[in-house]
T-cell receptor
Framework: DGGITQSPKYLFRKEGQNVTLSCEQNLNHDAMYWYRQDPGQGLRLIYYSQIVNDFQKGDIAEGYSVSREKKESFPLTVTSAQKNPTAFYLC??????????????FGQGTRLTVV | AQSVTQLGSHVSVSEGALVLLRCNYSSSVPPYLFWYVQYPNQGLQLLLKYTSAATLVKGINGFEAEFKKSETSFHLTKPSAHMSDAAEYFCAVSERSSASKIIFGSGTRLSIRP
């Protein structure tokens, strides 16, 4: 089945630890995204990438890092510098029409809880 | 820069009543526009999208939306609400410019009264 796989679904970490969230897609999409979702705030863009080995900061990139070494993979690291990391994290990918991102396909999300 | 505003964080309608969820966008170039639905603890599913073809777009589950350039709006409607429509709905915009990204509104939670 084609789609986007995020793992794990639930993740618990101690404060001060870095943690990496996995996102893999087999849709052959060029663009990939990471969003953070908090209650009442919708989806806020953390990082996005339109091509391998290139990515751009979104609106809330501080305390996060990403890599795009392969087209199908876009892991997100939540570092200890992120002041409030507990949230629901969503990964998405999309087809590019020229340079415009069209329909985004989403993974099932990872709920990160930092204690 | 593009942006999306969803009016009303919570909308409640009776079963069988009209559903209207409002979305206004800001974009300096013609946009792509989307509506997504999210059920608890799940990812987002595309309901419908506008890509500059017909201004009235029909989607899944009986939803439709109309692109109105003069009003910069893309409101989502459904003639008759079902209990299964209870969910969170997000409007999103993507600009047709270089290095475009998809920006989401803050969401509208739809509740259905029996």
């Amino acid at each position: 089945d084609g789609g986007i796989t995020q793992s794990p679904k639930y993740l618990f970490r101690k404060e001060g630890q870095n943690v990496t969230l996995s996102c893999e897609q087999n849709l052959n999409h060029d663009a990939m995204y990471w969003y953070r979702q908090d209650p009442g705030q919708g989806l806020r863009l953390i990082y996005y990438s339109q091509i391998v080995n290139d990515f751009q900061k979104g609106d809330i990139a501080e305390g996060y890092s990403v890599s795009r070494e392969k087209k199908e993979s876009f892991p997100l690291t939540v570092t200890s510098a992120q002041k409030n990391p507990t949230a629901f994290y969503l990964c998405a990918s999309s087809i590019l029409s020229g340079t415009a991102s069209t329909e985004a396909f989403f993974g099932q999300g990872t709920r990160l809880t930092v204690v | 820069a593009q942006s999306v505003t969803q009016l009303g964080s919570h909308v409640s309608v009776s079963e069988g009543a009209l559903v209207l969820l409002r979305c206004n966008y800001s974009s300096s170039v013609p946009p792509y526009l989307f509506w997504y639905v999210q059920y608890p603890n799940q990812g987002l599913q595309l309901l419908l999208k506008y890509t500059s073809a017909a201004t009235l777009v029909k989607g899944i589950n009986g939803f439709e939306a109309e692109f109105k350039k003069s009003e910069t709006s893309f409101h989502l409607t459904k003639p008759s609400a079902h209990m299964s429509d209870a969910a969170e709905y997000f409007c999103a915009v993507s600009e047709r410019s270089s290095a475009s990204k998809i920006i989401f509104g803050s969401g509208t939670r739809l509740s259905i009264r029996p």
